[in-house]
């Protein structure tokens, strides 16, 4: 499958059109962003392992009957998937408070919590991702009620699926970001999982092994994704 025309360039991938119009080409970048697009930079080969460790998720999610984007991985940058018309709300679920909710609730980042957390937000560069509940879904028309109670459904088995997925390869799943599309009247998983969205900590020492690397420079950050890779293709 060839690339053809770019469709869309986001912060860390490149949306093609391909020789079927029902699919596009996903090209994962080296480009990372933090903080609303406000730091950048580079992180040497991401993309390439990206591009991998996501492929090997949803191959790992589709053997588990999640409904996901993914056809097939083309070559180091690029994986072929279903075209979406993407609903743009971000699902955030969280085992453990850290980021955002450890700010917000007053917490230390790695308290625990007492049952998963699960929040919408709303996809928008210039709002800045605000989060919003099911009543704004609503009342703004973002998502079918319906939608959103089959992408809260999903989201959390996914949930339980990675959360062994990663505690059998010695990582702890802190939290992570999903995005849901539309293709053909059926709603799948779309995107990627991966370190860029995800937070991960080693089980042994707690050490970060994702993008908070990059957000907080804290060092050591292809080490890091390339330890996930390793770890995932166990
Ligand atoms: P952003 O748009 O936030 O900068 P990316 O650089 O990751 O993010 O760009 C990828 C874009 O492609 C995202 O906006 C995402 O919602 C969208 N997308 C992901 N999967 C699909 C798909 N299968 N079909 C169409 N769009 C998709
Ligand atoms: N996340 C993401 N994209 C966003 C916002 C959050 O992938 O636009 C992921 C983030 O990597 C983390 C989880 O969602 O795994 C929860 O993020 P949080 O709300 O704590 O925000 P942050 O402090 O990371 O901006």
Redesign the pocket.
Known sequence: MNRLEK?????????YACEDPDL?I?YF?D?A?AFD?KKKGIIHEKGVLNNRISSRIFKHLEERGIKT?FVEMLNDREML??????I?IEVVVRNIAAGSLAKRMGVEEGASLKDTVLEFYY?S?PLGDPMINEYHVKAFNIARPEELREMEAAALKVNKFLSDFFDERGIILVDFKL?F?V?GGKL?L???ITP?GCRLWDKTTMEKMDKDRFRRDLGKIEEAYQEVLRKVMQ
């Open positions: 469709i869309y360039e986001g912060k860390a991938k490149i949306l596009v996903q970048k480009e962003t697009g984007h998937v279903k075209k979406l018309r993407i743009p996809k560069d995005e599309g293709h799948l779309g995107d990627e860029d």
